[in-house]
């Protein structure tokens, strides 16, 4: 399964680090994502790592604000978001997938229904507001 945390109320320009603890598989062989749903919204790629070369893949909307990293030896997967705007609300989520075809940008880019992943987390909620 996968685990987020970190999720707090910041204020706009604030930052957070939220963490995704997997167990009972070994994120060395996935490529993990995490996602943002904001109310009445579909979810949405943020940014993804390829545990298998460590290959990232940030989107536009959170370029030069995101950072995705790996801990091995943790089995964790991180994202460090600074400068966060409001419009950065959402509940976020971190999703795996084993596909031998799924790359760090494929897995941004292409978005699937919640279910289509081989693990999707329960969530952790940021709220950014003043």
């Known amino acids: 399964q996968l685990v987020e945390s970190g999720g707090d109320l910041v204020q706009p320009g604030g930052s957070l680090r939220l963490s995704c603890a997997a167990s009972?598989?070994?994120?060395?062989?996935?490529?993990i994502g995490w996602f943002r749903q904001a109310p009445g919204k579909e979810h949405e790629a943020v940014s993804c790592i390829d545990g298998r070369d460590g290959d990232t893949h940030e989107m536009l909307s959170v370029k030069g604000r995101a950072t995705i990293s790996m801990d091995h030896a943790k089995n964790t997967v991180y994202l460090q978001m600074d400068s966060l705007q409001p419009e950065d609300t959402g509940v976020y989520y971190c999703a795996a997938s084993r596909s031998s075809q799924t790359t760090a940008q494929g897995m941004c880019i292409i978005v699937f229904a919640k279910t289509d992943y081989d693990y999707w987390g329960q969530g952790t909620q940021v709220t950014v507001s003043s």
């Open positions: 009972g598989f070994t994120l060395d062989h996935y490529v």
